[in-house]
């Protein structure tokens, strides 16, 4: 049984679906809240950002090891989720533990991602942007950034079904979740989230 931390929100989707975009405004929009991420910024973080970007190569055992590594700092570190969780903060997260089902399965058993994240609380809520694959490689395209490992046009019906079998999997935890269409305007997504919050008692 994997256990809920109370005001942990995280937002999912895949690359281009609007997840960065939308944690920002949730936590511009939301009093004591606070925005955070995966990768992190610490030295873990920056560390799987060079091999996102095909800067440094690994083995993805290794890879998968380095998210959970970064994961557990994220959690426990000073000032890190847990803590801030509990006296009170909002925590808005942009990706999490279910990016890894989703990316790291694509080479890795489903029971070895498990294995190496089932001890890590699970969020609250969980906003999944359902952002049709067409416009999130629009977006990618129009984005000037070098494209990551794993933002091939071929990965991503796989990358969406890893989703989706994960949030099967781990729905019976008891988190909540919420599907969103995330072609629709930026302001409309938010209005959304923001009156699933105030439903759920977050606001």
Request: proline share 1%; hydrophobic share 35%.
């Given at each position: 049984?994997?256990?809920?931390?109370?005001?942990?929100?995280?937002?999912?989707?895949?690359?281009?679906?609007?997840?960065?975009?939308?944690?920002?405004?949730?936590?511009?929009?939301?009093?004591?809240?606070?925005?955070?991420?995966?990768?992190?910024?610490?030295?873990?973080?920056?560390?799987?950002?060079?091999i996102?970007?095909?800067?440094?190569?690994?083995?993805?055992?290794?890879?998968?090891?380095?998210?959970?590594?970064?994961?557990?700092?994220?959690?426990?570190?000073?000032?890190?989720?847990?803590?801030?969780?509990?006296?009170?903060?909002?925590?808005?997260?942009?990706?999490?533990?279910?990016?890894?089902?989703?990316?790291?399965?694509?080479?890795?058993?489903?029971?070895?991602?498990?294995?190496?994240?089932?001890?890590?609380?699970?969020?609250?809520?969980?906003?999944?942007?359902?952002?049709?694959?067409?416009?999130c490689?629009?977006?990618?395209?129009?984005?000037?950034?070098?494209?990551?490992?794993?933002?091939?046009?071929?990965?991503?019906?796989?990358?969406?079904?890893?989703?989706k079998?994960a949030?099967?999997?781990?729905?019976?935890?008891?988190?909540?979740?919420?599907?969103?269409n995330?072609?629709?305007?930026?302001?409309?997504?938010?209005?959304?989230?923001?009156?699933?919050?105030?439903?759920?008692?977050?606001?």
């Open positions: 049984m994997m256990n809920i931390l109370k005001n942990f929100i995280v937002i999912e989707g895949l690359d281009g679906s609007g997840t960065s975009t939308q944690a920002k405004l949730l936590s511009k929009n939301i009093k004591n809240s606070f925005f955070t991420y995966e990768p992190t910024d610490n030295d873990i973080g920056k560390f799987i950002r060079k996102l970007r095909n800067e440094i190569s690994v083995d993805y055992t290794s890879l998968a090891y380095l998210f959970a590594a970064d994961r557990n700092e994220h959690l426990y570190s000073n000032n890190g989720i847990v803590e801030r969780c509990n006296r009170g903060e909002i925590v808005i997260c942009d990706r999490y533990l279910f990016s890894s089902f989703a990316y790291q399965c694509l080479n890795l058993s489903f029971e070895k991602v498990f294995e190496l994240n089932k001890d890590f609380f699970l969020p609250q809520i969980v906003f999944f942007l359902n952002t049709s694959i067409d416009e490689l629009r977006r990618l395209n129009q984005r000037e950034t070098t494209k990551e490992i794993f933002e091939k046009e071929s990965l991503q019906e796989k990358i969406l079904q890893n989703y079998k949030f099967s999997f781990l729905k019976k935890e008891g988190f909540k979740y919420y599907e969103i995330g072609n629709q305007r930026i302001e409309q997504i938010l209005n959304i989230e923001m009156e699933i919050l105030k439903k759920e008692s977050l606001l």
